[in-house]
């Protein structure tokens, strides 16, 4: 079966490879050059992978159709860079890679910007280099409390690891979440988006899990970042438009909040030169939460198996059906 993949450029080399091992020679997968006439390209193709959703024209999509493809296979969670209604409306089938094959990595993550306010790494450093020991003075995360918007793949694993550090957690998503469930992660608390500002409250970390969509854009809004405490951090490893950036900078100038650990901007990449990473207060990473050679592994994987599901006339896995 004759595979076209298409790839960002700029980092292919962390994504392509992994589909080439996970193939394993079974299928004849070929690198998409944006040189060529891209009807010649998809010429016998069955099956054709997107990196991450943002390069699928609607011309890629128009010639994709009419050379027959079975399925538009997105290499990523995030559908906010997918054409989803237009590829949809052309009778294209599309899949994912979904929460489940990154949700490690954003977990760890998450660990990691919690864990550099508690240990507070920029003034640790700022001392070692003074010649000065044994200050500042730390925080533990235990017994802070962890709240956490929406409780799918990616918060069910920071949850695991939140509860080996005794953090108190409390959640919230727009589906209802078992009981039992809410035990066996040890949830105080699981509400729904109209429970935003009561988590906004309590927590000491507000952590974003959810995708971006009409109604999760800008979320995180001046309403919702008054009602933090001032000794509060918002972490984002999930997406920028979640977050009104305009009012976090104002909150965070202002000293409203203790700090925010972003992994992710409304423009990406961002401008080295923005307000928000200039702050001493923001931990700022490059959108690279996800970014491991697991995630990379795992969804690769994932991709193969439908590819192996198409060639043998099945379903695939992970079908999207809507854009929101």
């Known amino acids: 079966m004759k595979v076209l993949y298409i790839g960002i450029r700029e980092i292919l080399h962390l994504w392509y490879?992994?589909?080439?091992?996970?193939?394993?020679?079974r299928f004849d997968i070929h690198l998409y050059d944006p040189e060529r006439p891209i009807e010649e390209q998809l010429e016998g193709v069955e099956v054709l992978i997107e990196q991450g959703g943002a390069i699928g024209r609607r011309h890629i999509i128009d010639e994709a159709k009419a050379a027959g493809v079975k399925l538009w296979q997105v290499l990523g969670t995030g559908l906010d860079h997918v054409d989803v209604d237009y590829?949809?409306?052309?009778?294209?089938?599309?899949?994912?890679?979904?929460?489940?094959?990154?949700?490690v990595a954003l977990a760890e993550h998450a660990m990691y910007q919690m864990l550099h306010f508690a240990k507070q790494h920029d003034l640790m450093l700022e001392t070692l280099r003074q010649g000065k020991y044994s200050e500042p003075m730390n925080e533990e995360l235990e017994t802070k409390t962890l709240c956490m918007v929406g409780f799918g793949a990616s918060a069910r694993e920071l949850a695991r690891r939140a509860w080996a550090f005794g953090m108190r957690m409390l959640a919230l998503d727009q589906i209802d979440v078992p009981e039992g469930t809410v035990e066996e992660y040890h949830l105080e608390f699981c509400g729904k988006p109209a429970d935003l500002e009561r988590l906004a409250s309590e927590a000491d970390y507000l952590s974003?899990?959810?995708?971006?969509?009409?109604?999760?854009r800008h979320m995180i809004n001046r309403q919702v970042l008054a009602k933090m405490k001032p000794t509060a951090v918002l972490v984002n490893v999930a997406r920028g438009e979640l977050v009104?950036?305009?009012?976090?900078?104002?909150?965070?100038?202002?000293?409203?909040?203790?700090?925010?650990a972003l992994d992710v901007f409304t423009s990406e990449p961002i401008d080295p030169k923005h307000p928000l990473v200039q702050l001493d207060s923001v931990l700022a990473t490059p959108h690279t939460a996800g970014v491991t050679n697991g995630t990379a592994r795992r969804r690769a994987e994932a991709a193969i198996e439908n590819l192996a599901r198409v060639a043998a006339g099945q379903?695939?896995?992970y079908q999207v059906t809507s854009s929101e």
Request: charged share 15%; hydrophobic share 40%.
């Open 17 to 25: 490879q992994p589909v080439l091992d996970a193939c394993a020679g």
């Open 208 to 216: 974003l899990h959810v995708p971006l969509t009409s109604k999760t």
């Open 87 to 103: 590829i949809l409306s052309k009778g294209l089938p599309l899949a994912n890679t979904p929460g489940q094959f990154s949700a």
């Open 315 to 317: 379903s695939p896995l």
């Open 244 to 260: 009104d950036e305009d009012a976090l900078l104002e909150t965070l100038k202002a000293g409203q909040i203790r700090g925010a």
